[in-house]
């Protein structure tokens, strides 16, 4: 017996992309560390440093600058 198919549903206009969630996080006013975008694309570390360079400064050309904060450590930020 064939199984009747379901259609599917558009739902990639709703979905955010990682890269869109780093975006976010970097436009907000108190920016974001690392740590907290990590948290949230659940990426590590290093791919967040990689993203923010290659993909997000290189390619897309944002502006994103830094600054230490005192009780959140390097907080990065896109004023664009």
């Known amino acids: ?14 979905r955010q992309t990682k890269q869109q969630i780093v975006i976010d996080l970097l436009r907000r006013p108190e920016g974001a560390t690392i740590e907290e975008i990590a948290n949230a694309t659940e990426w590590q ?12 400064k290189k390619k897309l050309g944002l ?3 830094s600054e230490k904060v005192e009780e959140r450590g ?7």
């Open 1 to 14: 017996m064939a199984q009747k198919s379901t259609p599917k549903t558009t739902a990639t206009a709703s």
């Open 74 to 80: 390097r907080v990065y930020r896109n004023e664009d």
């Open 63 to 65: 502006a994103i600058t």
């Open 45 to 56: 570390s290093h791919t967040v440093r990689g993203a923010m360079s290659g993909a997000l």
